[in-house]
């Protein structure tokens, strides 16, 4: 599976952007698919994941309220819909997929980059202030 990101870009603080990240090589309707995203001199960190067959999704609690991930089978891609930016938004965001996925219930295990494996080159996101 190979992972396309797109859509980052400059934004003001409290502007709006949409990622998408488009899977090619199969069908990811069983996958978990998840957004990370590192800032400059800061570690990687969990932005937010949904169970693509259904189910809820889940965000990190910087993000939680302004941002909301979605997916689209038809299109195989999974969207990252950014609302309300802050300048600490700033960062490369990174779209990642498991394709064995234990349950999300109860459980931290996609938190973890390490968890996923298929990883997608990263997209810009920069938020002026």
């Known amino acids: 599976v190979q992972l396309q990101a797109s859509g980052g870009g400059l934004v003001p603080a409290g502007g709006s952007l949409r990622l998408s990240c488009a899977a090619s090589g199969r069908t990811v309707s069983s996958y978990v698919m998840g957004w990370f995203r590192q800032a400059p001199g800061k570690e990687r960190e969990f932005v937010a994941a949904?169970?693509?067959?259904?189910?809820?999704?889940v965000y990190a609690d910087s993000v939680k309220g302004r941002f909301s991930i979605s997916g689209d089978s038809a299109k195989n891609t999974v969207y990252l819909q950014m609302n309300s930016l802050r300048p600490d938004d700033t960062a490369v965001y990174f779209c990642?997929?498991?394709?064995?996925?234990?349950?999300?219930?109860?459980?931290?295990?996609?938190?973890?980059?390490?968890?996923?494996?298929?990883r997608g080159q990263g997209t810009r996101v920069t938020v002026s202030s």
């Open positions: 990642v997929a498991e394709s064995s996925p234990p349950s999300m219930f109860g459980s931290t295990w996609y938190r973890s980059w390490y968890e996923y494996d298929y």
């Open positions: 949904l169970p693509f067959s259904g189910g809820t999704a």
